[in-house]
């Protein structure tokens, strides 16, 4: 990807998954559009509405190639991290240490953001500000919250539930954006968004349900699945408000871009997660430490107790770093896909790419699964298919009338 002229700035447009309309800012280009009557304006408007489809199937394959290994392999670590045992026999342990590796992928992917960011920028013109204003900063510095509390419920609630429930439970970000929709923005959706809802919710309650998962110490499952789930189901909070709250600085603050949020946000959620492993060792000893449980940890802290896993057992590096590595550059795969594309192929990609990483656990890490969790897993990936195929066609549907309203007024101007 050289730093070549791009038609348009590479813009993050929200998914279907989480928005179904976005906030629309009037644009002084389409002002200048309708107000031109020589025809050339028009035309150019023209161009920009089919530029995205002068991509060839080489751009194709390497967007689509690019999110499927980067993140395949990205999902595949995260449960090899979490789950593999090291040390002998009667003194294993295993990594637990989710804001350490936090601070380690962003700060991956906001070095990866700003290259992308470098190279994404048209040729002659000055590099974009990452924080453009003040009035933006609040926001960004909530999405970098949001994402930095988020991930340690995540791998929380892995003590408590299998990689497979988790990875199902995380395709299911459209029920705690709806919920902070509806609640908050008081929100009306269509009724095949609630069916959708329904399906998904059934299919994740079945397949937990029927798990079969058993613990140490004599505890029943049903408690602990309810205690994993319910961590999980906080973990989806923040990644919904994380997604709200992202799409809400796309719509009010534009032209702001992918690669400048993808800095940004890094950035900021490096700072944020730093700044928690550089004080633990201190907070660990005051009572909200304790309602944290932070001693899980030990009383040093994070950071040094990751430090210390990593030194006695020094292979784990390799798959920290790739983790970190996969995760930044499967993010600059997304936003390239968007610019070079649209949103609704990359709809389409994220909900197979989402299958192939649960067949990806299934065969890497042996797990099986019952009629019934088949059926649970057919319930959650059918509703999201649906839900994507309705969003597809909607998203052409917008498009078409758009080149026709352009096309009319190139005709008009001629």
Known sequence: MARTKQAKPVERQPSSEYVTRQISTPSKRNDGIATQSNGAASKGALETVYAKKDAGVTQLVIAVAGIYGSFLTWAYLQEKLTTTPHGPPGATEVFKYPVFLNTIQSLFAATTGALYLYFSTPAGKSIPPIIPSRRILPPLLLVALTSSLASPFGYASLAHIDYITFLLAKSCKLLPVMFLHITVFRRRYP?????????????????????????????????????????????????????????????????YTGPQMMCANNLMSTAVTAAYLVLSPWLVHTPVGEWLGMDVAGNAGELEAALGFMSRHPSVWADVLGFAACGAVGQVFIFYTLSTFSSVLLVTVTVTRKMFTMILSVVAFGHRLSRMQVLGVGLVFGGIGVEAAIARQEKLAKEAAKRKAVEEKARKGQ
């Open 191 to 255: 009724l095949y968004k609630y069916l959708v809802v329904a399906a998904v919710t059934a299919g994740v309650a079945v397949f937990t349900l029927h798990s079969g998962k058993t613990h140490k110490k004599g505890h029943s499952d049903g408690g602990n699945s309810v205690w994993g789930l319910l961590l999980l189901g906080v973990n989806l909070l923040f990644d919904g408000l994380t997604n709200s709250t992202q799409d809400y600085i796309f719509g009010a603050f534009q032209p």
